[in-house]
């Protein structure tokens, strides 16, 4: 049984950093490439970083290109997100996502907030 958990989310202030962190359980996950999703109130969720199995390719959208960076833990079954410079458009709940099983985890709140 697929399980991803997320955790880090919290309230920062702008021009701040966080860090998440997504534990991942029930399948080889260094086989798998894993991505980070957000969605904020009354949007659609979206896409915000992608890596590759091995971690040597990864993929972002303008939005956050250069804020964020994503990396991967084969040995410890972890996905993190980086997020630097925090905007408070960047407030929303983030999801780690497993593409391959189409399996979400249960999101972690960042909110960015003076």
């Known amino acids: 049984q697929v399980q991803l958990v997320e955790s880090g989310g919290g309230l920062v202030q702008p021009g701040g950093s966080l860090r998440l962190s997504c534990a991942a359980s029930g399948f080889t996950f260094s086989s798998y490439s894993m991505n980070w999703y957000r969605q904020a109130p009354g949007k659609e969720r979206e896409l915000v970083a992608g890596?590759?199995?091995?971690?040597?390719?990864?993929n972002y959208p303008d939005s956050v290109k250069g804020r964020f960076t994503i990396s991967r833990d084969n040995a410890k079954n972890t996905v993190y997100l980086q997020m630097n410079s925090l905007k408070p458009e960047d407030t929303a709940v983030y999801y780690c996502?497993?593409?391959?099983?189409?399996?979400w985890g249960q999101g972690t709140q960042v909110t960015v907030s003076s």
């Open positions: 890596i590759t199995s091995s971690g040597g390719y990864t």
């Open positions: 996502f497993a593409p391959r099983f189409r399996s």
